[in-house]
Each structure stands twice: as C-alpha cells, then as structure tokens.
C-alpha cells in the first residue's frame, strides 16, 4: 500500500490502494456471502422483530371502578394463584366475578371461598364457543365502567388492575392488552420457547418500528376496555368473535386499535401446566390462526429468523454460538426460560414447527381440536 502527502504534510490513502481494498471485500463477500448472508439477514431480522419489551405503564392515580371477568373451566389449582392478589386489591366499586362454566373439579367452591363471585352460564348453545361464551355472560353480569378479562392461569401483582385501569382511561375506545410474562415447573413446559417469542414478533408492536405498527391483534390472557365500547362493538357476543377460540383477535378487530404490553417481570402466567400433551393441544388451537393476522413483513422476517436458527449451524458449526446467544436473550423477554433449552433450542424449534403445522392442518383443513374436554373448531 502507498501513501501520497498533500501539500500541507498530512498523509491521505492512495486511491488505488481504497480501490483494491475494495476489491478485496467484494472477492471475500462473492465467496462467502452466498453462504452466510441468509443466516446473518435471519439472525438480524430476530432482533429487528422482538428488539424491546413494553411494560404496562404505573398506575397514574385514582381510576375509574373496575369490573374483573375470569372464565374458569376446571380451574381449581390456578384460582388460588389468581384471585388473592386480586381480591387484595379490589377497590369499594370493583366487582370480580369467576364464570365457573359447568367445572368438575370444584372451580365454583374455590372461587367462592377465595372471595369472588360466582356465576354460572346456561349450557353452550350453538354458535357459541366457550369462552367467549362465560365471558359475556360474566360482563352481563357486572356494572362497572372498565371491564378487565383475565385467563385462570394468570399470575398478577397488587398494582394490575389499577395499571390496567389508567391505561384504559388513557386511551378510551381501544383495547388495552397485556402478554404476561410465562413462569414455568417442568422441563416441558420450557418446549413452548418459540411459540412464546413468535406470539410477542407477530404483533410488530416490540420490534424497532415500535409506535409506528398499529396493531389489530391482542393477548388473550389480560384484556381491557371500557364497557361503553364494548357494547358499542357487541363484545364477545359478535358473531365473528363467539364462534372463535382466539376471541381476544376478534375483539382487537371489532375495536380496530390496542395497546399492546408485555407482563415481565410483574404480570405473569403458567400455561399448560400438565406437560407437553397440554402444550401441544393448547398451541395447536391458536398460533395458526394468530398467524393470519400477523402484518405481512412481520410473518416474512419471521419466516427468515427460524430458517436461520434451522439451517444455520448446518453451514457452519460455529453459528451455533450466536444463535444460542440470540434464543437465550429474546426468549427471556417472553418467559422465564432455561440457558438449557437455549443451548438445546434445535429440540424446541422442532416442537414449534410440529406445533404449526398441526394448527396450520386444523385450520385449513376444518379439523376440530379438543380442549377442557370439548370439541373446539380450528378458526
């Protein structure tokens, strides 16, 4: 390499010397770009997608009564979690009501004795899916302003509802949702990974576009709204939304705007606590119908971050590394996850996609699936 000095004595590159440097990457990228250049754009496009969480805000004050909807079908063991933290924190005008619909483990008993009311929804008629059967009829059943539906398997902290009610008072006419953050027992439990990140990708809220993605999609889990939309719109009682097991979509549709949070570290959930059979049936109902309504970039970067994490360590062993660091980082984001699945994520990717295209078979193909013993439609 040769260098040249200007008139006032400072050294500058020789431009033959830029030019062959150049060369050089373009040689060096022509070599291995075609090889590495898809696993790095993947690798990219995972970050891109799930770069920052968003926390339910602080409660800003004083807030409006709140009415607290828990559809229960045989949910003995997860009452005990959810209803002390709530009860704790009821104010004088709250209302909290548990839909126990037609249990056979005693769901009624707890709820009573843990200090909700109880109602009970008359048999399912046609038309109808569960749960956004039990959870009009628990909103029928109440008075309040603000309506909040929460999942049994929901883990809160004393501040929820008043977070939940000062996000909705700041943004009157749209749905206000939380993704809690997932806590898990069993060494199954830790295989639902991918589902759990792919769920917090889709929306497009949490990734680097942020405020600019409008979603219309929300988290089934923890749900809110104020009543006077939700009576406007017809609530879980539209016909798009009663006959769908991913009624918090339908809703987020009905409305047309969300605001979507995710739960770590204070909101959170155990999902499918009775092992990977759990898992399975209870993915299977919904991530291919999530996945319709995933903006079109969002379901194509996607696409390219779990080729990456597939194909990539078969061009090289030693992208293994980076994708380990990768899975171990934005997995964390959606759940308390183990450095040992990171390390062994092949395992889980592969239960992901069995998972997918078992829903995707569901629901293209009109398979009905069961879950809490009934027979639920694929849509």
């Keep these: 390499m040769r260098w040249a ?3 006032a004595g400072r050294p500058y590159v020789n431009i033959a010397a830029v030019d062959d440097a150049a060369n050089a990457l373009v040689d060096a990228f022509a070599t291995h770009g075609t090889r590495f250049g898809p696993f790095v754009f993947g690798w990219l496009a995972g970050w891109f997608l799930l770069w920052r969480t968003r926390p339910l805000p602080a409660a800003p004050g004083p807030r409006r009564p709140v009415a607290v909807v828990i559809p229960a079908r045989d949910e003995a063991e997860a009452l005990p979690h959810l209803l002390p933290p709530l009860v704790a924190s009821l104010a004088p005008d709250d209302e909290l009501v548990v839909v126990d619909d037609h249990s056979t483990d005693g ?3 707890i709820a009573r004795s843990l200090g909700a009311t109880v109602v009970t929804p ?13 959870c009009w009829h628990g909103a029928r059943s109440t008075s309040a302003p603000v309506l909040v539906f929460l999942d049994a398997d929901v883990r809160p902290d ?7 009610g000062g996000a909705v008072d700041a943004h009157p006419g749209e749905v206000v949702s939380v993704q809690p953050w997932h806590v898990m027992e069993r060494a199954s439990e830790q295989l639902s990974l991918f589902c759990n990140v792919t ?5 497009g809220r949490f990734s680097m576009l942020g405020g600019r993605v409008r979603p219309q999609a929300a988290f089934g889990p923890v749900l809110a709204l104020d009543r006077e939309t939700y009576d406007r719109t017809g609530g879980h009682s539209r016909p798009d939304v009663r006959t769908m097991h991913t009624e918090d979509i339908g809703m987020a549709r009905a409305v047309g705007r969300t605001q979507l949070y995710t739960g770590r570290p204070d909101i959170t959930f155990r999902m499918y606590p009775g092992g990977l059979s759990d898992l399975v049936r209870g993915w299977t109902r919904s991530i291919a119908t999530g996945a319709t309504s995933v903006p079109w970039w969002a379901a194509l970067l996607t696409l390219a971050w779990v ?7 078969l061009v090289s062993p030693w992208l293994l590394l980076p994708s380990t660091v990768q899975v171990w980082v934005l997995g964390r984001r959606a759940g308390r996850f183990s450095p040992i699945v990171a390390v062994v994520y092949p395992v889980a990717l592969i239960v992901f996609v069995v998972v997918f295209l078992r829903s995707l078979f569901a629901l293209v193909f009109k398979r009905d699936v069961t879950w809490k013993n009934r027979r639920v439609a694929s849509r």
Aim: glycine share 16%; aromatic share 8%; hydrophobic share 45%.
């Design 307 to 313: 080729w990456s994490l597939a194909a990539g360590w």
């Design 199 to 203: 769920a917090l990708m889709g929306v």
């Design 107 to 109: 769901t009624g008993q």
């Design 122 to 134: 008359p048999e399912l008629p046609h038309g109808w899916l569960g749960k956004p059967h039990a």
């Design 158 to 164: 004393a501040s929820l509802l008043g977070r939940l």
């Design 5 to 7: 000095v200007s008139c």
